[in-house]
Every structure is written in C-alpha cells, then in structure tokens.
C-alpha cells in the first residue's frame, strides 16, 4: 500500500495552533496589563483622595454639622482607648464626626492620660453630644480600655480605631453598615493602609485572606485567623487585627464576657494583656461569629507608631501577652481535633523561638496550666502529646506525665 505523506498537512496545523497559541497569550497579556492599570488608577485616586481626607482632618475641618445630631440609637459605636494622644487624636475624632452618616458614638476611653490628652477630649466631648468619656482611675492598657468602652455601648454596631489612627473617607460607615443590613453579616472586613508618616510614606495595604471570596461566608475558625498554616506553616496576620472590621456589638458584648473566663469557668487574669491583644480578641470573636465579608476599599490609615499606647512591653510582659493568646487559642477552638491542633502548632513555634524566655513566675505558673490543658485534652492526639513532652523536657521546670 501506498503511503500518504501528511507531513506538509501536519505543519501547517502545528503553525496554526502556533498563531492561535501566541495570539492567546497576547490577548491574556493586554488582559491584565489592563486590569493591573484599572487597579492601580483607582488605588492611586483612592490614596489621593484619602490623603486629603486626612489632611482636613488635621486641618482641623469639620466638614458637616453632624455634631449637632443627638443619636438615641446610633448605627454603629466607635471606640477608641486614649493615652498620651495630645498630638492626633483631635484630627484621629475629625476622621469620625466627617462621614456622611450622623447616627454614631464616640467612646473615648481615657487611660489615666498625663499629658493634655484629657483637655482635648473634654473640649470635643462638650462641641458633640455624641462624644462620652470614660476615665480609667488607673492605667490599665489597651484591651481592658477598649472593652470597656464597648461594653458601656449603644449602637448596633462596634468599630475600633486606635488614638493614632484615622478613618480615610466619608462614605465607609455608609458602605460598611449597609453591606452588613442587608446580607445580615456579623462582621465586615476592609483595607487598611499603613505607614510611618501621614503624609502617606506608605508601608503596605493590609488586605485579607477573604479578599477572594465574593459572598458572606461560614466562619471557621481558627483557619479565619491563620489561613495559611496548613499550607505553609507561615502565620497569616491580615486578619488578626481588631480595627478595619465592623462588628455586630451584641456579638462583641457575648465574646468580651466569654474571653473573661476559661473553658472550665474560672475568671481569666486578662486586663493586663498589652501584647497580642488583638490576637486573642479576633480569635474569641471568630469562634462566635456566622458570618464574614470582606469589602474591597481603602477604609482605614493605620499608623505604625514605634511607642505602644499600652503599657510598657517588656518582655515578661510579651511572654504573658503571648500565652495568654494561645490559651485563647485553645479554650475557643472547636472541640475536634482539627479545631486543636493550631495550638499545637502555635506552641511548638513560641517554643522554638523562645525556649528559655518565660521570665517570671507567673509566666511559668501559665504555661504550667495552659501545658495541663493540652495534655489531659481528648482532643490532641497521643502523637501530638509526645511531641509537646518533647518540646518542654528541654525545660526543668516543667514535668507532667502523660495518662
């Protein structure tokens, strides 16, 4: 028989498919050459416009007479724990009373300021019915101020800031309130922008681990918290952060109860914490909520200070700070053994990090009882139990026997 050549046939198709293969390619580029442009167009204005949002702030311009409104109900409560403050929180204030909405609180919660952070206060409080002050008879740090705050709140809904830190625009409450009303969410997420300086010497964008999910989603929890341990076994802190939410205040008011208490019902020293505070609140938050979104928009300016508003973090204090977030991160897990295991994995890490570093007593009395925990769960595998064995026979102090 005969042999067909098809080889020319053949070439020619493979010269199409190449023709058609780079063409692709082309397209897809122009694609997201396009796409990346429209982004970072409209990051720029936003950045813009939030610059000069912030600068009127500092200015010193109010921009509507919303003070002058008497909310009864307000939308959504701000918090905000004062110390030491006397240079941004006039402007940090302006940043709130310039949005569009009128139905809000401002609780100042003044931490035994030393400096004219009270005077200033007391003036904003007296120009706007809708400021109150709450004083601290003592310093007592940034978790404590800030749940107290919320816990004498009226609104329906809670937002953080710190005494630093500056809302970028006027529609956000809007967006943010409206996105929760209608789709009944629990918590609304959005960007923040960081930096040094307020002229924008921009850090990073913080963004969030939810950034691609276009719905309200279940929350699970502690995968909400450090998403990308599973995969890399690096932390994932974007969505850790107490400020650049909105959050139902019913919600927040159950959690702040249930984070002064253990798994066992015993009172948790916790007013003290002035490390990783932020932590262990959004971690207790995140077990009780349903429902999460988070919003494409530029909505907070978080200032990267070098001085802590809390009290001084030496590092004993670090260290509780740190164990009294992974004993959050034990008691408010789920009870399975998926839901157990970050704690694991968070302790093997501050172990690794920090062997020797508990410093005081009281340090090694927590770890000792936070350890006893983990040991006697059912919840952590035989396996998982060896291996914390492993980690703490390299310190003397602390000796438990596996049942």
Not at 315 to 338: H, T
Request: proline fraction near 1%.
């Amino acid at each position: 028989m005969k042999k067909i050549n098809i080889n020319f046939f053949n070439d020619n198709i493979k010269e199409e498919y190449k023709k058609f293969f780079l063409l692709f390619i082309l397209l897809n580029l122009i694609f997201i050459i396009n796409i990346d442009s429209e982004i970072c167009i409209k990051r720029k204005k936003a950045l813009s416009e939030g610059k000069k949002y912030i600068q009127q702030c500092f200015d010193d311009i109010l921009l509507n007479n919303n003070s002058k409104t008497i909310t009864l109900a307000p939308k959504i409560s701000i918090i905000i724990p004062v110390y030491n403050c006397q240079n941004t929180i006039k402007a940090v204030v302006r940043s709130i009373q310039n949005q569009n909405m009128s139905d809000l609180e401002i609780l100042l919660v003044n931490d035994y300021s030393k400096d004219n952070t009270s005077k200033i206060i007391q003036e904003l409080e007296e120009e706007d019915h809708r400021i109150k002050i709450i004083n601290n008879e003592k310093r007592m740090a940034t978790l404590y101020s800030r749940n107290i705050g919320i816990l004498h709140s009226k609104g329906k809904y809670i937002l953080n800031l710190d005494n630093d830190d500056l809302f970028m625009n006027a529609d956000l409450f809007d967006i943010i309130y409206n996105e929760a009303e209608i789709n009944n969410l629990d918590l609304i997420g959005f960007s923040a922008v960081e930096g040094k300086s307020y002229n924008f010497s921009i850090n990073k964008i913080e963004e969030s681990i939810f950034h691609d999910h276009k719905d309200g989603l279940t929350v699970y929890q502690p995968e909400l918290t450090y998403f990308a341990i599973s995969q890399n076994n690096k932390y994932n802190l974007n969505d850790v952060h107490i400020w650049g939410r909105l959050t139902r205040a019913d919600l927040y008011k159950d959690t702040i109860n249930n984070l002064g208490k253990n798994a066992i019902g015993e009172i948790r020293n916790s007013c003290f914490v002035t490390w990783d505070e932020d932590d262990a609140m959004s971690m207790a938050l995140y077990r009780y909520a349903k429902s999460y979104k988070f919003i494409k928009k530029y909505g907070i300016f978080h200032y990267l200070s070098d001085i802590t508003s809390s009290i001084t973090s030496k590092d004993d204090l670090k260290r509780y700070g740190e164990l009294f977030f992974l004993d959050i991160v034990f008691d408010f897990s789920f009870d399975n053994f998926e839901g157990k295991k970050y704690s694991v994995i968070m302790l093997r890490e501050m172990i690794i990090k920090k062997i020797h570093n508990f410093y005081n007593e009281k340090n090694v009395e927590f770890l000792k009882a936070i350890l006893k925990k983990m040991l006697h769960s059912q919840y952590i595998s035989f396996a998982d139990k060896e291996k914390i064995m492993k980690y703490f026979n390299k310190i003397k102090f602390i000796k438990y026997q596996l049942d």
